[in-house]
Every structure is written in structure tokens, then in C-alpha cells.
């Protein structure tokens, strides 16, 4: 072989031997969008599922003796003033035992349907008298039997009429816009000593705080005041702030009240002064309630 065709001869076999190295370090194009999005859209709807369930209440409530629209409302988690809309009540304190009340816009109550029965007649076939003029012929038309060629009238079968479908009655979950704990940041609303703190097994609500007359009582988050007065039996004079679709908070036993219904209010803001209005000494009750149900407070804000 001669000098030229050796050197051709290496030459091609390094460019043949780049060529494989070069494919050998090329790394596969994975797309990974997709499937990341894809996995946070599954984890938000689960996440959103997971809080839905937690919603205990239902689409409507029966109207039990002794309940007001007030104490439905705060029981329940939602300002009075919507349920009242939502239900056509003009007069927040006039509602009957045994009334259904829709906590929801969604809910729809259900509606007794009667069984349609058909008012027509049975149609029955009975044979026609005929007179004739006594003569001959007369006596025999009437001997001849009956041909078969006789029209036949059938009575017509009563139209059948189908119930209505009852209306569906959409789950609370379904309907409840709910929003995650975290979003609320809480504070003391006032200073003192707690002398009775929340117990489900001794029916106590909330915590009592202890002060003096007149000592500030302050929003313990942002919200709107859903409630202002002395409706509620056992609360005195009573605050409620509604600070999300999930929270509402309570003070009770207030000797003065400097808030409305429907005014916003900041986290520290003094809304009213502590008394002993319905209670037994100067204190503060004070709840947290999600849905309506009453928690622990201390586990969103420090007591001490």
C-alpha cells in the first residue's frame, strides 16, 4: 500500500471513530413540563377536595324551638344578613319551627310531587236501541243474527302523565367556597388572665378572658362584623367577625359596642369594652369558630 492510501485509510477511520463518540455523549430531550404541571394541577384539586370534605354543614337547615336566624347564622359560620336574602326572610326574627332554611345559593328545597291520576271516563261500548215501523220487513231485519262486519269501538286508554323529577339538592361541599387556614394571621384581643379555657366535654365554646369595665376588646384578625347586639341568649352584648368563608370569631359580655353591622375592621382595632353583660363578673368570652363549629383558640394564637 503506498504512503497516500495509508494516510486516506487513518484519516477515514478517525472520522468514523469521532462520529460514534459524538452520538454515544448526545443525552435524550425529556419534556417535563407537561408532566409538572400536570402533577400541581392534580395536587390543588386534592388539596381543594380535602378542605371541601372538612365542611361538615349541610344545604338546609330545619328550624328547630328556641333557634333564631341569628343563632343559625353563628352556628353555621355565615352572616344573617346573607341567609335572610338568600331565603326571602324581610324580618330576620320572624321564622316558624319546622321552616327549611338553604345555607347555600346552590341548595334548592325539596318538593313533595302528587301522583298524577287521569280525570277521563272509562269509555264503555254498550249497544244502540233502534226503533223501527212494526211492517213485514221490519220483523225480518230484526231476526238476522249479527255480522261480524259490526264496527268494534275501542275506549281510548287514559294518557299516562310521568312525575316530575324532584329537585336535586346539591351537597355542601359543593357549594361552600372554602379558604386555607393559613391566610389568617390572629392576635390576643385583649389582656388578661384566662380563668376558663375552651372544653368540648364542659360545653365551653371559647376561652374567658378576665379584665377590668371598660378595658379595649380588639379584633383578633381582619374582617367584616357580621353581628352586633344582644340576640344571642347567653352572650350579652355580642361582636361577630366574619374574616373568611371558613372563620368567624365572637366577644361576648361587652359593656359598650363601637362597631356596626357590616363595617370592616383591622386586626388590633378596639371594637368594643369588656363588661359583664349576661355574665357574672367583668370577662371577655371570647371563640374561634370554622364552619360555624366552635375550636380550640389556642391552637391559632398564643393565650399567654
Not at 343563632?71 to 344578613?81: E, K, P, T
Amino acid at each position: 500500500m503506498s504512503r497516500f492510501n495509508r494516510i486516506f485509510a487513518l484519516l477515514v477511520a478517525a472520522v468514523i471513530l469521532a462520529g460514534c463518540a459524538s452520538s454515544k455523549q448526545r443525552a435524550p430531550v425529556v419534556e417535563r413540563s407537561g408532566a409538572a404541571s400536570k402533577a400541581a394541577v392534580a395536587a390543588e384539586t386534592a388539596r381543594a377536595k380535602a378542605q371541601r370534605e372538612r365542611d361538615w354543614r349541610p344545604a338546609v337547615h330545619v328550624v328547630q324551638k328556641g333557634e333564631t336566624l341569628y343563632s343559625i347564622a353563628f352556628n353555621y359560620g355565615f352572616d344573617y344578613h346573607e341567609l335572610a336574602e338568600l331565603n326571602g326572610i324581610t324580618d330576620p326574627n320572624l321564622i316558624s319551627i319546622g321552616q327549611q332554611i338553604r345555607l347555600f345559593p346552590g341548595a334548592s328545597r325539596p318538593v313533595p310531587v302528587a301522583e298524577s291520576k287521569s280525570s277521563e271516563p272509562a269509555i264503555k261500548d254498550q249497544p244502540k236501541l233502534v226503533k223501527y215501523a212494526y211492517s213485514e220487513a221490519a220483523v225480518a231485519q230484526l231476526a238476522k243474527p249479527e255480522t261480524a262486519d259490526k264496527p268494534v269501538v275501542v275506549a281510548p286508554k287514559p294518557e299516562k302523565v310521568e312525575p316530575k323529577p324532584k329537585p336535586e339538592v346539591k351537597p355542601a361541599e359543593e357549594s361552600a367556597e372554602v379558604e386555607p387556614d393559613a391566610d389568617i394571621e390572629w392576635s390576643l384581643p385583649t389582656q388578661g388572665k384566662v380563668i376558663a379555657g375552651f372544653s368540648e366535654a364542659a360545653n365551653r365554646k371559647g376561652v374567658d378572658i378576665s379584665g377590668k369595665l371598660g378595658q379595649p376588646v380588639n379584633a383578633s384578625a381582619p374582617g367584616k362584623v357580621v353581628y352586633s347586639g344582644s340576640g344571642l341568649r347567653g352572650y350579652g352584648k355580642l361582636v361577630i367577625v366574619k374574616h373568611n368563608s371558613t372563620f368567624l370569631s365572637a366577644y361576648a359580655h361587652n359593656d359598650k359596642v363601637l362597631v356596626k353591622e357590616g363595617q370592616n375592621v383591622m386586626r388590633g382595632q378596639k371594637i368594643a369594652e369588656m363588661g359583664n353583660t349576661d355574665a357574672d363578673q367583668v370577662k371577655l368570652h371570647f371563640e374561634v369558630r370554622r364552619f360555624g363549629k366552635p375550636v380550640d383558640p389556642a391552637k391559632y394564637l398564643s393565650l399567654k
